[in-house]
């Protein structure tokens, strides 16, 4: 019996052993696709530097895969993110008026209702709700019951967007839920943290807060703006440590209520993201190298 065992050992040693090394391997997955973020910060009028850095990003073919924005940030990238092409975007830009976005009112608890700013929203994006924009999309607000930030990734667009956008003091508050929420930009100014909370694994922060100065505040509103970008700017460096690129456009000498350098602001926006283009393709290169990105 035990000379069988021994037997049947050697068979299994000599025989069947050096055939294990030709079973088929088991294949590794592929590695995960990259997530590409571009985080668009709260500044009031100094957001039509967004559209600038957008129309640079687009031209050099970026690949986009996730839309995150504060405030102003919010509004240009909600309607981005819907399939507008930033020649569209910027058309927009140069024709809005404060009176299409701005329902204003007896003050009690802002200046601004808001409605306005939500309609419009909705009609650029054609009513289409937040999950089903053709770039995912996520509109930060602030809880104003309890200081805590709310990122809006599904729902009404319009809505989440008048919530991000609500400057307290100015704006009135929005209920969403049974819950107040104002601005956005009073907990994360450059909601870079609520990106990569979403899935983003390259951040291209936009940052419009940098360099607060200038014009001295003409009437409470201005007073009012101002002192709000000055909160922004002293908070975003928070979030911004933790961004693979920043672009920071030069826009600190354009007053937070001023539509009359608008231009202005686009093309600085474009230039700061020229700057940062040879930064954004090493790290697309890296990507591709792993095969997150397609050649």
């Given at each position: 019996m035990k000379s069988k065992r021994f037997l049947y050992a050697w068979i299994w040693i000599v025989c069947i052993l050096p055939l294990a090394g030709c079973l088929p391997k088991e294949i590794p997955p592929p590695p995960r696709p990259a997530t590409i973020a571009v985080v668009l910060g709260a500044g009031a009028s100094r957001g039509f530097a967004h559209v600038g850095v957008?129309?640079?990003l687009?031209?050099?073919?970026?690949p986009i895969s996730l839309i995150v924005g504060t405030s102003a940030g919010s509004f240009v990238g909600s309607l981005y993110a819907s399939g507008m092409s930033t020649f569209e975007l910027q058309r927009i830009a140069l024709t809005l008026e404060k009176n299409d976005v701005a329902d204003l009112i007896f003050p009690d608890n802002g200046f601004i209702r808001g409605e306005k700013l939500e309609s419009y929203v909705n009609?650029?994006?054609r009513q289409t709700s937040?999950?089903?924009?053709?770039?995912?999309f996520r509109a930060v607000a602030t809880n104003l019951q309890d200081g805590s930030e709310i990122v809006f990734g599904s729902?009404?667009?319009?809505?989440?967007?008048?919530a991000s956008c609500s400057i307290p003091g100015i704006f009135q508050p929005v209920w969403i839920g049974g819950k107040p929420y104002v601005d956005g930009g009073v907990v994360s100014p450059v909601p870079v943290l609520a990106a990569k909370r979403s899935g983003a694994d390259v951040v291209i922060a936009v940052d419009i807060s940098a360099g607060v100065g200038g014009a001295v505040p003409r009437g409470i509103m201005d007073t009012i703006l101002q002192s709000i970008d000055i909160m922004y700017n002293k908070m975003a460096a928070s979030q911004i440590a933790y961004a693979d690129v920043v672009i920071a456009p030069r826009v600190s000498?354009?007053?937070?209520?001023?539509?009359?350098?608008?231009h202005e602001a686009i093309l600085e926006g474009e230039k700061a993201a020229t700057l940062a283009l040879p930064r954004i393709q090493q790290i697309l290169a890296r990507l591709r190298q792993e095969?997150?990105?397609?050649?």
């Amino acid at each position: 019996m035990k000379s069988k065992r021994f037997l049947y050992a050697w068979i299994w040693i000599v025989c069947i052993l050096p055939l294990a090394g030709c079973l088929p391997k088991e294949i590794p997955p592929p590695p995960r696709p990259a997530t590409i973020a571009v985080v668009l910060g709260a500044g009031a009028s100094r957001g039509f530097a967004h559209v600038g850095v957008l129309k640079v990003l687009e031209s050099r073919k970026i690949p986009i895969s996730l839309i995150v924005g504060t405030s102003a940030g919010s509004f240009v990238g909600s309607l981005y993110a819907s399939g507008m092409s930033t020649f569209e975007l910027q058309r927009i830009a140069l024709t809005l008026e404060k009176n299409d976005v701005a329902d204003l009112i007896f003050p009690d608890n802002g200046f601004i209702r808001g409605e306005k700013l939500e309609s419009y929203v909705n009609r650029s994006v054609r009513q289409t709700s937040i999950e089903k924009l053709a770039i995912p999309f996520r509109a930060v607000a602030t809880n104003l019951q309890d200081g805590s930030e709310i990122v809006f990734g599904s729902g009404n667009t319009g809505r989440a967007v008048r919530a991000s956008c609500s400057i307290p003091g100015i704006f009135q508050p929005v209920w969403i839920g049974g819950k107040p929420y104002v601005d956005g930009g009073v907990v994360s100014p450059v909601p870079v943290l609520a990106a990569k909370r979403s899935g983003a694994d390259v951040v291209i922060a936009v940052d419009i807060s940098a360099g607060v100065g200038g014009a001295v505040p003409r009437g409470i509103m201005d007073t009012i703006l101002q002192s709000i970008d000055i909160m922004y700017n002293k908070m975003a460096a928070s979030q911004i440590a933790y961004a693979d690129v920043v672009i920071a456009p030069r826009v600190s000498y354009i007053g937070s209520g001023d539509f009359d350098k608008r231009h202005e602001a686009i093309l600085e926006g474009e230039k700061a993201a020229t700057l940062a283009l040879p930064r954004i393709q090493q790290i697309l290169a890296r990507l591709r190298q792993e095969g997150r990105l397609p050649r």
